[in-house]
């Protein structure tokens, strides 16, 4: 039904329909080529046989020694010039007498005169009811000798190729088309059914994908890559609901427990004025952890749109964030930075990736714990490594706390105020350079973040 819809237009620019008009034009011109050039040899050689029988009795007429009329009647009158020969011959002796060689000659020759030319072939004639002869002549002693062979047979010959040529080549086409319309039907059948699957398709639905064909390779090869992207756009857009419902779960409680004190202090502030300041301590704590959360939420946002390359000092930026943090750092802190560290980025996301790493060093270690921040680079590879001998993280949380708005034990997490995504900030941000990060256990307690970048300024110095 659908096909019927299509357009002439749209037919015409179809697989289908431009392989099979491409391949009936091929074929038609190669079978009529063909033919054209057998008809051609078989006419020349046909041509140049008649010629060769022409010139042989031309010579045996010249040695037959006749002279005189009587001489030439007798010459003529073998069974090779009887009325069913294909020789016609016409004497005309210097005294004007006449010798043919057969009744049938003698008719022709008297319309001779109004015999008309082959175009292609000038020594072919034609009579008025369209028999063909081959032409010549000679003269010998005053004698004048014209021979006729009748080509009849050898134009029958080329007429009966020529049918049979029109008879190949229509057969050829016919069939030809019907070979190509079927083979190129299943061709871009494949296309037309891709093309009606991706239509009807639904992207909520998880479990409609196209259908694979056996063959051709390049059709199956797109249905597996579309179902593949499929795939990757679902998760995709999983992730992204997700991330929606979390995140307003995640601003929802704060917002509700702010609420919940402004009410408060609306209903008994007056009456017991020792509430107040408890509740704007919440509100306070809350209304801080709000602020936080949307930034975040601003910078995930802000993750997916384009950004300047520009050439970095990644020694300086992670010098700076440490300086930032190490006034509110209750810990002690090593730091081992190796200077000209130069990295192609956005200085905001070295400096998201550094601090907050190093938040959460501080975060989750006792206030008599320790730090430890070293950058350094090799050949191939620039590291930063953020170590602390806190509280750790066990090995099967160790995966999921890159995940957006996951916190390990849920009780901790509300004496450590956090959002869960910072994390998840990270690790974007260090895939967005081809980075890689990793989170070990450190000795004898505590957690390493390794971060690891391809070195792209290697050996730098050493050309300067
Ligand atoms: P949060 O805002 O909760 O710190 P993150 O995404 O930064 O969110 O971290 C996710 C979780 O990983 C944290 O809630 C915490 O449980 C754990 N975590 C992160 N860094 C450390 C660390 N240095 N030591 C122990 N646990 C950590």
Same mark, same amino acid.
């Given at each position: ?11 015409? +620019? ?13 074929? &038609? ?6 033919? /054209?050039? /057998? ?129 190949? &080549?229509?057969?050829?086409?016919? !069939? ?8 190129? @039907?299943? =061709? ?9 699957? /991706? ?14 064909? @056996? ?29 929606? &419902?979390?995140?307003?779960?995640? =601003? ?25 300041? &408890? ?8 209304? @801080? ?18 950004? +300047? ?106 004496? /450590? ?5 910072? !994390?998840?900030?990270?690790?974007? !941000? ?5 980075? @890689? ?9 505590? $957690?390493?973040? $390794? ?14």
């Amino acid at each position: 039904m659908k096909n019927n819809k299509r357009t002439l237009n749209q037919r015409k +620019n179809t697989t289908q329909f431009q392989l099979t008009i491409r391949f009936i034009g091929l074929l &038609t011109s190669a079978v009529l080529i063909l033919s /054209i050039a /057998i008809m051609g040899i078989t006419a020349a050689e046909l041509y140049e046989s008649t010629e060769k029988q022409a010139h042989l009795l031309e010579d045996s007429l010249k040695n037959s020694g006749a002279k005189e009329a009587k001489d030439w009647q007798k010459v003529l009158v073998k069974d090779t010039f009887s009325d069913d020969s294909l020789y016609l011959i016409h004497v005309q002796l210097n005294s004007g007498e006449v010798v043919y060689s057969s009744e049938d000659a003698k008719e022709i020759f008297q319309e001779f005169p109004q015999l008309k030319q082959f175009i292609l072939f000038d020594r072919i004639l034609w009579t008025s009811e369209v028999e063909p002869y081959y032409y010549t002549s000679f003269q010998k002693d005053e004698t004048k000798v014209t021979i006729l062979v009748d080509m009849e047979n050898q134009f029958e010959l080329i007429g009966r190729i020529f049918s049979l040529t029109i008879f190949i &080549t229509l057969a050829v086409i016919a !069939l030809g088309s019907l070979v190509t319309y079927r083979f190129s @039907k299943k =061709l871009s059948g494949s296309l037309v059914v891709m093309d009606e699957e /991706i239509n009807q398709l639904k992207v909520s639905d998880s479990k409609q994908q196209l259908t694979v064909p @056996k063959t051709p390779q390049e059709v199956q090869n797109i249905s597996k890559s579309f179902n593949q992207l499929l795939v990757k756009q679902r998760m995709y857009l999983k992730r992204e609901q997700q991330f929606v &419902t979390d995140a307003s779960h995640e =601003l929802r409680t704060p917002i509700a427990a702010i609420r919940g004190h402004v009410n408060l202090i609306k209903r008994r502030g007056k009456s017991h004025p020792q509430v107040i300041p &408890t509740s704007l301590d919440y509100i306070d704590k809350e209304s @801080k952890r709000l602020e936080i959360l949307v930034e975040k939420l601003l910078l995930l946002g802000r993750l997916d749109t384009q950004f +300047n390359m520009e050439q970095l000092d990644l020694s300086l930026i992670i010098q700076q964030t440490v300086d930032e943090l190490n006034v509110m750092m209750p810990q002690d802190i090593t730091i081992t930075i190796e200077t000209g560290i130069f990295v192609e980025g956005q200085a905001e996301h070295f400096y998201q990736i550094a601090r907050n790493l190093l938040e959460n060093a501080m975060k989750y270690t006792d206030t008599s714990g320790t730090i430890t921040v070293r950058l350094f680079s090799d050949e191939d590879t620039i590291q930063l490594l953020i170590e602390d001998s806190g509280m750790g993280i066990p090995d099967e949380e160790k995966t999921k706390i890159f995940e957006r708005f996951y916190r390990v034990d849920q009780s901790h997490s509300s004496e /450590i105020s956090g959002t869960g995504i910072g !994390l998840s900030i990270v690790k974007e !941000l260090v895939e967005k350079y081809q980075g @890689k990060i990793n989170v070990t256990d450190a000795s004898p307690k505590g $957690t390493r973040f $390794t971060v690891e970048f391809i070195n792209t300024h290697k050996n730098e110095d050493f050309f300067i």
